[in-house]
């Protein structure tokens, strides 16, 4: 017969100490109201740079009967964590000092000096990297992730309580869980006042029944290890996020002393043959990078409801797996993903100089983090360092080694997940890994290309991606992920406005990122000031074209990606916007982007992979695609089909599809699209739906594309030019050459003396711009007897073509907004619904590599028909420009028509027609 144990009604009560404290800085003698938990940036407008030394203070009443002599029962002082150092007091008497931002820690009081009402002091130093100051923990040496990004975060961000439990009590509680045997493996921490108690341990299935049981004696163990096993254990993954609970009660006699409990799941994850394995099946990752910032507390969790809605998001967008980015969550940020199914790649905080006790502190942080989260299975990686952020792998190979040995202490310490050595980009490389992860941005569909052909080497499993100085470690066989890639979209400020007027504090950061483009503050002013409303019609139109403009290039890169069957995953970045950082798949305030209904299609397990390789096209001509079916861990069974529409034409068809199974890239053959005759150009869409043989849905995807008439050549005066390309491109179109340059109408690629002189005299000129270095478009310099050289910017046409290489207007990272007016002459360029004006995958083979410069804001108005800005409103370019001169004009512009055999490209030839056109009215 079983003993019966008794347990106090309360084995641990706490009392929480959130709320308003005081706060100053240590120059300062005046105090101010702080929140806590709260980081100080969040709270201060004049704080938000501040690091340094601070104090926070507060009383707190001791509950009279934790007063009592009761020897059996202690008081403890914890805190959930607090960056960076911190020094406690407790009535004027220093109690305990903490080193480190991102984990908890507590003290054991003295109950002989507490009081009825006490003073609690903790003074808090967020270091900055004055190693006069702070000699022995300068910024740079310790782990701080993005802080050096964003802005430095202080202060008691997480919570604090007052805790009475047993002397005999319990510590942290250490478990494994083996899926295939269903063993479970527990280390029990104990206090010196539990020798000789017993542990009594149960585990609780999904369903609460009791599954597990087993007593175990602590003996004088300080850690006390024992093992329980579950009978047919059911699995945890996304899919099927079964959670069990472990209860430990620790046993003096038949008086439970204390008790704590674990949560854990069943879970594997391994790789092999290239492949993720998850429970011992192929998984595809589908992630998303999460800066694990918030609007308010920034560090600090809203709340629990915030997360499980962020998170809910995240999987309604087909998304499996975030990346937490070099900073340590809030221990509820696992336990939610734990909860709805929700993977973790976690990577440890990073320093910014290497040295031994920056890699000291680096090691205490992932010993403390194993053990306080280890138990989650939603955790399935670990990165040490990111970007080489704190290493120089490049150019030392003592941290090359370090990093190595780095690897193989975490796979020793945490046998149950996958470590990630440097999560790469260029120029750096990993040394030994198991996941072979690597960072490219480009912009689609500006640099299409590129994009691919990186893609292509990647999945080639090229060798650049490990280090080349002979000390890698490469088995050959690790998974390939694209892991981090992204193309911004603005939010409306509207949304991130307190009340509605109110622009949040970070709309004044970002000034010094990406030479200034990144600077929210007066983005509406901007769109004014630059008279895009003439394009968009209205800034709410503008915002929404921004996110399906960053839609149109994530969907292309995840079907680039996924048509590659070697690379088995990726990271979006991001999660949610951060600050200035506006490429999130959610804003700061976790509003979703305009396309995040469309966009879980191509963010699934089973993809249609369009793989277009033209988006317009001539009427009659057939497209040309390779479209495939890409799996995960699922598999397509025979008798599949693919249902297509050519909307808003009415084309449609039925196409058979071969079975595939999991992890592959299968062809779809037969799927043959003629376009129609069209009498005049018209945007359509290719809609496209995989169906099983019971005709459910297992994929839909589409395409947009554009349909062009061949019509005739429109009637002009005979036209000039002398560069031979342009001539022979001309006749080709079916244009009449003038025999002399006294034409009404001159084309060339810049502007000299005589051409300008024409202008002004009423002819008129189109200047075509399309590679080669910056340059002004002016070929010649107009006479001068000044004694200083001539300022060109007041040479007509004054403007400069400003090569977007090594510049902002690029739009790799820092997304550049492309768009051209769909009126006029320029009409003749459909536009898709969701992408108004701006540049859809048909403009890819025209987009500029250059900017045309020197516009003043008013002439935008209405002399640029088609131009970009970059980040948020910046920089407004022309891609097509008009200027006056006298009774004539020139239009200029950077599209690249000729890049293509005449008539090849209708997007390039009707552009090139509209060009013509525009430079002969008005």
């Known amino acids: 017969m079983a003993t019966a144990l008794s347990a106090p009604a309360l084995l641990r009560e706490r009392v929480s100490l959130d709320g308003v404290w005081d706060f100053r800085l240590d120059r300062e003698e005046t105090w101010r109201a702080i929140q806590v ?39 403890v002082l914890g805190f959930g964590a607090v960056n ?8 004027g008497r220093r109690v305990t000092v903490h080193e480190g931002g991102y984990l908890s820690f507590e003290v054991t009081l003295d109950r002989d000096a507490l009081w009825s009402d006490n003073s609690l002091e903790v003074k808090v130093t967020l270091p900055s990297n004055d190693r006069a100051e702070f000699p022995d923990h300068p910024f740079q040496e310790i782990p701080h992730g993005k802080q050096s990004w964003y802005g430095p ?42 020798a000789g108690a017993v542990l009594v341990a149960t585990i609780a299935g999904p369903d609460g029944a009791v599954v597990g049981r087993t007593r175990v004696d602590c003996g004088d163990l300080a850690l006390v290890p024992f093992g329980i096993t579950v009978t047919d254990p059911q699995a945890w993954s996304p899919d099927t996020p079964h959670l ?24 594997t994850i391994a790789t092999k043959d290239g492949q993720f394995l998850l429970n011992g099946k192929p998984f595809y990752m589908r992630c998303a990078l999460d800066q694990d910032y918030y609007p308010e507390g920034l560090y600090t969790v809203p709340n629990l409801a915030y997360l499980e809605d962020q998170f809910r998001k995240a999987k309604a967008l087909g998304l499996n797996t975030v990346r937490c980015h070099i ?111 690597y960072h490219y941005y480009r912009g689609v569909p500006d640099r299409r290309g590129e994009w691919d052909h990186l893609t292509d080497r990647f999945a080639a499993r090229e060798d650049w991606t490990f280090s080349p100085y002979g000390d890698a470690e490469r088995r ?114 976790r509003n979703l982007r305009a396309f995040h209904v469309p966009f879980a ?86 809609q496209m739906i995989l169906r099983d043989a019971d005709g459910g849905v297992l994929a839909r995807n589409y395409e947009a594309l554009s349909i062009y008439p061949r019509l005739p050549t429109p009637e002009t005066p005979p036209i000039w030019t002398d560069d031979e390309g342009m001539r022979h491109r001309l006749v080709a179109l079916g244009y009449t050459l003038a025999d002399t340059p006294d034409a009404a109408l001159s084309l060339g690629r810049a502007m000299d003396t005589r051409l300008v002189e024409a202008v002004r005299r009423g002819h008129r000129a189109l200047v075509v711009v399309e590679d080669g270095p910056s340059r002004w478009l002016r070929s010649d310099e107009p006479p001068s007897l000044m004694p200083v050289p001539y300022h060109m910017d007041q040479a007509f046409p004054g403007l400069f073509a400003q090569n977007r290489d090594n510049t902002m207007y690029r739009g790799d990272w820092i997304t550049a907004f492309s ?72 239009v200029l512009t950077s599209f690249r028509v000729c890049a293509d055999a005449p008539g090849a490209d209708p997007v390039a030839t009707t552009l090139f027609h509209a060009l013509i056109a525009q430079a002969l009215s008005g």
């Open 37 to 75: 938990p709260g980081v100080w940036q969040a709270q201060f407008d004049d704080l938000r740079e501040t690091q340094g030394v601070t104090w926070y203070r507060r009383n707190f009443t001791v509950p009279r009967k934790w007063q009592s002599g009761d020897a059996s029962h202690e008081v």
């Open 84 to 91: 960076y150092l911190a020094e406690v007091y407790v009535n």
């Open 153 to 194: 975060m202080g202060g008691i961000w997480q919570p604090v309580w007052l805790e009475r439990r047993a002397v005999a009590n319990l510590g942290t509680i250490i478990l494994g869980a083996d899926l295939d045997s269903g063993a479970v493996g527990v280390s029990v921490a104990v206090s010196p006042g539990a």
């Open 244 to 267: 069990y609970d472990l209860s430990v009660e620790l046993v003096t006699g038949t008086t439970v002393r204390d008790s704590g409990t674990r949560r854990f799941g069943f879970r």
């Open 327 to 437: 900073k340590v969550p809030d221990p509820l940020y696992y336990d939610v993903c734990d909860r709805l199914g929700l993977l973790v790649w976690t990577e440890f905080p990073n320093f910014e100089r290497f040295s031994e006790k920056a890699s000291e502190r680096a090691r205490t942080t992932a010993e403390g983090i194993i053990a306080r989260d280890g138990h989650h299975p939603s955790i399935i990686a670990w990165t040490i360092i990111n970007e080489d952020w704190g290493t120089r792998l490049t150019e030392d190979p003592d941290h090359r080694r370090w990093l190595i040995d780095q690897y193989d202490w975490l796979k020793k310490h945490d046998p149950s997940r996958l470590a990630v050595d440097n999560s790469a980009c260029f120029p750096n490389f990993h040394v030994k890994t198991d996941i072979e992860d």
């Open 476 to 589: 050959g066989d690790e998974p390939l992920v694209c892991s981090e890639f992204g193309v911004w979209g603005l939010p409306n400020p509207r949304d991130l406005r307190r009340g509605g007027t109110v622009d949040p504090w970070w709309f004044e950061t970002g000034a010094q990122w990406g030479e200034g483009v990144a600077y929210p503050k007066g983005l509406e002013q901007r769109y004014r000031g630059f008279f895009l409303d003439r394009a968009f019609g209205s800034f709410d139109a503008f915002i929404t074209a921004t996110q399906w403009y960053q839609f149109t290039g994530l969907k292309y890169q995840i079907e680039k990606l996924r048509s590659s069957a070697s690379i088995q995953g990726y990271v979006i970045t991001e999660l949610t916007d951060i600050y200035w950082e506006a490429n999130g798949l959610m804003d700061m305030e």
């Open 601 to 686: 299609d191509v963010n699934a397990d089973i993809v249609l992979v369009p793989g277009f390789r033209r988006w317009g096209y001539w009427a009659g001509e057939a497209v040309d695609f390779t479209p495939a079916v890409a799996t995960g861990g699922c598999t397509v069974e025979p008798g599949a089909v693919l249902d297509w529409t050519l909307e808003p034409l009415g084309l449609s068809g039925r196409v058979p599809v071969a079975a595939a199974g999991t992890g592959s890239v299968t062809a779809i053959a037969g799927f043959d699209v003629v376009l129609p005759a069209v009498e005049a150009s018209v945007a359509v869409t290719l």
């Open 819 to 890: 768009w051209l007016q769909r009126s006029g002459h320029f009409a003749a360029i459909p536009a898709h619904a969701t992408n108004g004006p701006m540049f859809d995958l048909s403009f890819e083979r025209i987009v500029p590599h250059h900017v045309l410069v020197g516009m003043k804001p008013w002439e935008h108005e209405a002399h640029v028909p088609a131009g970009l800005v970059v980040g948020w409103g910046h920089r407004a370019g022309a891609v097509i420009a008009e200027r006056w001169f006298g009774r004539g004009k020139a």
